[in-house]
């Protein structure tokens, strides 16, 4: 089994496709949001496997209950969301697409969270595993930004994740 993290996939945000990074240029370059979409299903569906374990960092869709149902529906994997700024609809309906619905969470020392925290709450832990900057980083080394635009619209396995931290803690040791 593997573990996997994403954050901000904003599926069926069509408002999504207008927006541009700092120098001008299309965040996100799908043909439209059909497109965003299934890309972004038969992406996750090649990596994740059925009884691999998925961290959903927020922001997941911004549709009706019905629609973004049935597509979470179509993602492999045991899903776990951490509620980012834009999900609006009611717990009791998370529930029927993830198995556990968190603020935040702690993963072999590295918190997982869809905002950035403040850096100087971040000493308490390796580092912090976050969305919600889409196409930004933090400019801080502690943070790791899984958006989809940072990740090729693709979960990555956390095992990189945590190797990075390893890398970082490593570096700090010398």
Same mark, same amino acid.
């Given at each position: ?6 954050s ?13 990074r ?7 370059t ?34 009706? /209950?019905?629609r973004?149902? *049935?597509? +979470?529906d ?8 951490? @509620?980012?700024?834009? =999900? %609006? ?7 029927q697409?993830f ?44 943070? /790791?930004?899984?958006?989809? *635009?940072? +990740? ?9 994740? @945590?190797k990075y931290f =390893? %890398? ?7």
């Amino acid at each position: 089994m593997n573990t996997w993290l994403i954050s901000d996939t904003h599926f069926y945000h069509e408002n999504i496709l207008n927006f541009k990074r700092s120098d001008g240029t299309a965040l996100r370059t799908f043909n439209d949001i059909h497109h965003m979409n299934e890309m972004m299903v038969l992406n996750w569906n090649a990596v994740v496997g059925y009884e691999d374990k998925v961290y959903h960092l927020g922001d997941v869709a911004m549709a009706s /209950f019905t629609r973004t149902k *049935e597509l +979470i529906d179509r993602l492999n994997g045991k899903k776990i969301l951490i @509620k980012g700024n834009h =999900d %609006n609809l009611k717990l009791a309906q998370y529930q029927q697409m993830f198995s556990d619905v968190r603020a935040y969470h702690l993963l072999d020392g590295i918190l997982l969270a869809h905002i950035p925290i403040h850096p100087e709450s971040l000493s308490r832990w390796k580092g912090q595993v976050h969305g919600h900057l889409h196409a930004y980083n933090v400019g801080d080394p502690r943070y /790791f930004n899984v958006s989809v *635009e940072q +990740i090729n619209y693709t979960p990555i396995n956390f095992n990189k994740v @945590k190797k990075y931290f =390893d %890398n970082l803690d490593s570096k700090e040791g010398s």
